[in-house]
């Protein structure tokens, strides 16, 4: 199993991807987490000399990643029926001889079924990106999500799915490449933000100038994330101690669904509990770098154990503390003791319960000045070193080289 290390190829003339051409396929290009991560590598693979393919049957997103460098290619990959993916089958065959494809990378299942299916044929490398919960779920559930433990190369995003690959499909271990996303540190940089944006946001929040804001990513709908946190609260305002903490803190959770149900959810709890004055819901909103500037603390909990690992990331990018669940992707992303010593913390890993959470959260929110300037700067060192976007396209593309047998 490969910890996805940094590819020694530099110059695109030696680059081993040079002159290959590489066809994604992903359902559609409309924003989101997928269509974003082909097209970041479709734009990384023109750089390096590559011939850069996206087939899906298109998006807003199309002309972005024209603009970068790639190439699409109209595809019906969207398609679950199994009998258009039967037809699929034939009709990525046809494309990968008529395009000259060397490898193909699935981003996601029913695509994947369609590409397997083709690439056994004709003997193409083939390249699946597995995340974490497709390690879950029922027997019908599990053998749908296992296309994505057959690639040549499988590329897992955390040491955690890795694991979890290789339980279920012990021999796959040779093939799986861990590759846990990255930042563009020239967007997530503190010294990018502008004040007037971080104020901005304060006041969405209705932050006063001397308050320290927690924000919580709440997650997705029906998550219980948030009750940890209104309950982790409760426990510090019955302490003593915590009483000063509290008057100067102001508890945010972000959830980004105003006119959901859940929304309304959060409300009702937050009234519940009486915390009104220190705690209210709004959203992290647009400008995800300036909120986390205005952070002094950012808590990413989850039941899903692969979870936030990206808003983890931009967090300690954006030198603010981090408080994660003690297990997943997102405590991959950070130091914390005892695997290293309390002087090279950059947050802090938990379990989702209110003492716990309450005992982390006064650490955090007790760091003098000198003391939290420190934490942020080596949380920023910590991320251009280890988790940097380039990182992520250098990982990527050595899994590619792996499934040619170049890697």
Known sequence: M????????????????????????????????????????????????????VASRGGALVSELQAKGGVFTRFPADARNPVSMALNV????????????????????????????????IKTP????????????????LRYNSIMARGDSIIADSAHTADLIVNL???????????????????????????????????????????????????ARASSSYKSLIEAVLRLASQDAAATLLREAKFIIACDEPGAAFAKEIDAAIAKAGLQSVMRRSEIGPDRAAALLAASAVVALSTNPDAFAGLALEAQAMGAPVIV???????????????????????????????ALAHALSETLSLGATAR?????????HIESQFSIEMLRSQTLSAYAAARGDG
């Open 169 to 219: 499909y012990p021999a796959a271990k040779a093939r799986v490449h861990v590759v846990l996303g990255g930042v563009d540190c020239r967007v997530f940089v503190p010294k990018a933000v502008a004040p007037a944006r971080v104020q901005a946001v304060r006041r969405l929040w209705g932050a006063a100038p001397d308050e320290r804001v927690v924000l919580l990513a709440a997650g």
């Open 2 to 53: 490969s910890s996805g290390s940094s590819s020694p190829f530099r110059d695109r003339a030696t680059h081993p991807l040079a002159g290959v051409t590489v066809l994604q396929i992903v359902p559609d290009l409309e924003p989101g987490p997928v269509a974003r991560a082909a097209i970041d590598i479709a734009s990384a693979l023109s750089r390096v000399g590559a011939n850069a393919l």
């Open 325 to 355: 669940g003690a297990s997943g992707a997102a405590s991959e992303t950070i130091l914390a003791p005892p695997g290293v010593d309390e002087t090279a913390r950059t947050g802090w890993r938990t379990l989702p319960d209110e003492r």
């Open 90 to 121: 034939r009709r990525l065959t046809q494309l990968i001889k008529s395009e000259r494809v060397d490898i193909v990378h699935a981003r996601s299942r029913a695509p994947a079924w369609v590409a397997y299916g083709a690439t056994r044929l």
């Open 126 to 141: 083939f390249v699946t990106s597995f995340q974490g919960f497709y390690a879950r779920g029922g027997p019908l559930a």
């Open 373 to 381: 300037d420190r934490l942020s700067l080596r949380a920023r060192a």
